[in-house]
């Protein structure tokens, strides 16, 4: 009988060395994403507060945002319990990242879009075109501010009107408390952080892109 022969020490460093396994390659809307983590579609059974609907097989990323999602999904857990529906994800990159369906970015691993927080949310993980009066406006600035809050996002895209409904919400629940309100409106349209871009069609979900992990030399905005 032939004895599995074992890895050597050398062999093991050369595996987990130093060196980052996964690299984020080139722009969102042209890359790759290489040696990829995946995210587990069903967050909240583990207590972090996300899901993910059946059949989206793209949830691959870097592991900065892949540890995003969880942390984000924890922070809603922490002022939502398991009474309210979890974070619905969607789609990531792909296992090797390049072009998605229905996607012109999604690329290199650093884009995910999260559904709209509703007051009637729909099953475990879905999400639907959600405007800002379906909108759970507590529970969406927890999500929102979440990402805010951590300096690797760089973009959320967010339909136009659904934006100025945010605005309106802050402005009104951070009305004597003025600093907090300086800093969160500095990531709005025009503020000297600005991370918060509105369009026309994003009115389903958020699209969070997060900035170039430290190291991926081939990553480019
Ligand atoms: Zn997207």
Request: proline share 7%; net charge positive; hydrophobic share 25%.
């Amino acid at each position: 009988m032939r004895r599995r022969k074992r890895p050597q020490p050398g062999k093991r460093l050369a595996f987990y060395g130093p060196q980052r396994s996964t690299e984020s390659v080139g722009r969102p809307h042209a890359g790759s994403l290489k040696n990829g983590i995946h995210l587990d579609p069903d967050g909240d059974g583990l207590g972090r507060g996300y899901a993910v609907s059946k059949h989206r097989p793209d949830l691959w990323g870097t592991p900065e945002l892949v540890t995003l999602i969880k942390s984000c999904g924890r922070t809603y857990r922490r002022y939502f319990s398991r009474k309210y529906r979890p974070i619905p994800i969607g789609d990531l990159s792909s296992r090797r990242g390049g072009p998605l369906k229905s996607h012109k970015s999604h690329q290199s691993g650093r884009d995910v879009d999260v559904g709209f927080m509703r007051k009637k949310p729909l099953s475990k993980g879905y999400f639907t075109n959600t405007s800002p009066r379906q909108m759970n406006m507590y529970a969406q600035w927890v999500v929102l501010k979440c990402f805010l809050d951590d300096p690797q996002t760089q973009m959320v895209f967010i339909e136009r009107s659904r934006v100025r409904a945010l605005k309106k919400y802050i402005k009104r629940i951070y009305k004597k408390r003025r600093s907090r309100l300086k800093k969160y409106l500095s990531y709005f349209p025009g503020g000297k952080r600005k991370a918060i871009y509105p369009d026309k069609v994003h009115k389903s979900h958020m699209h969070v892109r997060i900035r170039c992990p430290k190291g991926d030399r081939r990553c480019s905005h």
